[in-house]
């Protein structure tokens, strides 16, 4: 018997996480010696900011290190109300929000609570790579609406009245967006409001993890137009914004009965997250927002620098990401070329070309739904970012 008959359907059925798996490559050809620049993980190379760190050495000392409420902390879910009411001017009491360990579980609990087997899901496309797959593990079927880089990687209201059907359970996007950068404007997020609007049982699941990383304007969330304000679920998390990806905090915002049925799930799942953690980042959100801000200012510095060399690139299509740390190009005029005597198909063909002969790790457009592109985190110094460009300005150059 094959060891492979052993595991289930379930595990043999998903796929691996393509970001992860591609830092994972970057960081086993660093140890083997190889000058990898890693552009593939979405993660801010900041560090958490020390006032912080400081509040989490407290919260040890104070005793914060036994199980929490499985929504969360009192006290922080009273930080988050805060803060959806000073960010987002959003009502919510501390019963609608749940937190998790990350929002990648924020957004697996809800899949859980809200999908029945055959259920679909509205997803806008380029995706976050798990979207999908916690979609598909909770028996849900994703149904992906593409928008290019003609359209700013942004789809239509028109787009998303045509995706509905009877079945359909809830529609899933980001905006800042992962992997393209792009942000939906209020008036985008309202006429997609409206389209929910005439469906009673639709649910809208905004996840605004990059909320702070935004360079033009202010974050809208789809939440503020009133009429679907009971139909919306906005997700959110301390990863991008404060770099504090390691922490694992994430949370929801939710109508009590989906918040209610989250917490069931998670309560049999994982039980409240970190104790001493949930203390630090309610200190986080209760502090000004001068740590959010000097760090998206510097990514604006870096996205401006990456855009201005990868534009020297001729073929490479590109859109201007108004906010999150990805470049996301339509590298598709090279599908057909060759480096090195290996032809290039696809876009895992060509990450996979970058990786062994420029040593820069990048994630294929495929694992978003986005086979024609490529995506660049520049979550990453700007000497290896100079560094990457000028390898990525060879590489293209040499392809033929
Ligand atoms: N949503 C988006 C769009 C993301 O890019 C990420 C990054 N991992 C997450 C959710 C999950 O973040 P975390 O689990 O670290 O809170
Ligand atoms: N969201 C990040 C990314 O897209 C982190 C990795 C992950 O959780 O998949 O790279």
């Known amino acids: 018997m094959s060891l492979n008959n052993i595991l289930s359907d379930y595990v043999l059925n998903l796929n691996e996480s393509a970001t992860l798996k591609m830092s994972q490559m970057a960081r086993k050809l660093k140890a083997e010696g190889k000058d990898v620049i890693s552009l593939s993980i979405g993660e801010p190379d900041f560090d958490t900011p020390s006032f912080v760190n400081e509040a989490a050495k407290k919260a040890l000392d104070n005793g914060f290190t036994h199980y929490t409420p499985v929504p969360g902390l009192v006290d922080f879910r009273h930080a988050i109300v805060d803060k959806l009411k000073r960010d987002n001017d959003l009502e919510y009491d501390i019963n609608n929000i749940v937190v998790s360990n990350g929002a990648k579980q924020s957004i697996s609990n809800l899949c859980q609570a809200l999908i029945n087997p055959g259920d679909e ?10 979207y999908i797959e916690i979609v598909r593990l909770a028996g849900g079927m994703p149904v992906c609406i593409s928008a290019s880089v003609d359209n700013d990687y942004k789809v239509t209201s028109e787009e998303v009245k045509e995706a509905i059907s009877p079945k359909t359970k809830f529609i899933l996007f980001s905006s800042p967006c992962n992997p393209t950068g792009s942000v939906y404007t209020k ?3 309202k006429g997609i409001a409206d389209v929910v609007d005439q469906h009673d049982d639709i649910f809208i699941v905004s996840d605004e993890i990059y909320e702070y990383i935004i360079f033009d304007g ?20 301390m990863s991008k914004g404060y770099a504090m990806t390691g922490w694992r905090l994430g949370y929801i915002a939710a109508p009590h009965f989906i918040a209610k049925a989250c917490a069931k799930i998670q309560g049999q799942v994982t ?7 949930q203390k630090a980042a309610a200190t986080a959100l209760r502090a000004p927002l001068t740590a959010p801000i000097q760090m998206r200012d510097v990514f604006l510095k870096r996205r401006d620098m990456m855009l201005s060399e990868l534009r020297k690139i001729d073929g490479l299509k590109l859109s201007l990401p108004q906010g999150a740390f990805y470049i996301f190009p339509d590298c598709s005029a090279f599908y057909g070329k060759s480096y090195n005597g290996k032809v290039i198909n696809d ?3 060509l990450a996979m070309s970058i990786l ?7 994630v294929a457009g495929s694992a978003f739904g986005a086979p024609n592109c490529m ?25 033929n």
């Open 121 to 130: 899901v509205i997803i806008f496309t380029p995706y976050w790579v798990s």
């Open 218 to 237: 202010n974050h809208h969330s789809i939440a503020q137009n009133e009429h679907i304000f009971n139909q919306t679920i906005v997700v959110n998390g």
């Open 347 to 349: 876009s895992n063909d």
């Open 271 to 277: 039980s409240g997250a970190t104790a001493f953690g």
């Open 375 to 399: 995506r660049i985190s520049y979550a990453a110094n700007e000497d290896q970012l100079q560094e990457a460009c000028r390898r990525l300005q060879k590489y293209f150059g040499e392809l």
């Open 356 to 362: 062994q002969e420029v040593h820069i790790a990048l």
């Open 187 to 189: 008036a985008e997020l």
